[in-house]
DNA sequence: CTGAGTGCAAAACCTTTGCATGATA
DNA sequence: TATCATGCAAAGGTTTTGCACTCAG
């Protein structure tokens, strides 16, 4: 596909993807490296997403904001309850619930289970 | 917000969604009540589909191929295990899972946790 | 009657693609 | 040097908005 040439360019939109803890949309993560004084374009951001994405090194969400959301992958094991008002976005910890996620995907012959583990709900502030 | 007048394309919209048991994109559930005879437009199958959202009778879930899917939403539990790569979407149903989320999101302040949990993998054919 | 709902077209939006230029190995 | 990557602009797609018209209440 491509062999995967390293560019300052690459680096500064995986450099800024580590920099954030949660999702981040490519337009939010572009305005972020313009931010640092940094210049490339848009395009090259949703270029090195995708192929960041398609080796595994991030994975990408979709919200229904019409943005799609990226996020480093670490080994970490998070889960979010995202508010389907606000999108507001909370961390939870759930001993057991990965061990159940995993073991219902293996069933059904589902592997790479995403680490990433969302619930949506309301959250008290928009009730 | 407004007055909610009942029109029969609302009801056609509704009817359509009810008649559909899974996620539905707009732009396909505008082709099928055209298939009815029906005839409306794409506007307003948007605008009673977010109508639909906002009064809590539909739920809305994006994936990650642009489009944005509703579905009528029901008091029955749905899982979905959804491959990240085909979009293959498998029902499943996981005893405890639900009382787990649920028992999570109360901790955490949330309410109204969707029905629709869905957890992403790759499927068996894409691996 | 009155105003919310509809529909068409145009706008806005995010994302992808084409192609010439610039940079990497 | 030979490719691959970048960046701009334009295209592509979905969703939203403006506005005159229609219809439910």
Redesign the interface.
């Known amino acids: 596909m491509s062999q995967r040439r390293t560019t300052w360019q690459k680096q500064a939109v995986q450099a800024a993807l580590e920099a954030q803890d949660g999702f981040i949309s490519a337009q939010e993560l572009h305005l972020a490296i313009l931010g640092t004084g940094k210049k490339l374009g848009l395009t090259t951001v949703y270029r090195a997403l995708t192929d960041m994405v398609e080796q595994g090194q991030a994975d ?7 943005e ?1 959301r990226f996020r480093i992958c670490t080994p970490e094991h998070h ?1 979010h ?1 995202i ?2 008002s606000c999108s507001k976005t ?1 961390e ?1 910890d ?1 001993p ?2 990965e061990a ?2 995993s073991s ?2 293996k ?8 680490h ?9 502030d928009c ?1």
Chains 1, 2 share one sequence.
């Open positions: 990408s969400l979709a919200i229904t904001d019409g799609m889960h309850l508010c389907r909370v939870f759930l057991g619930f159940l996620a219902v995907a069933e059904n012959g589902f592997s790479e289970l995403s990433e583990i969302e619930l949506f709900g309301i959250c008290s009730r």
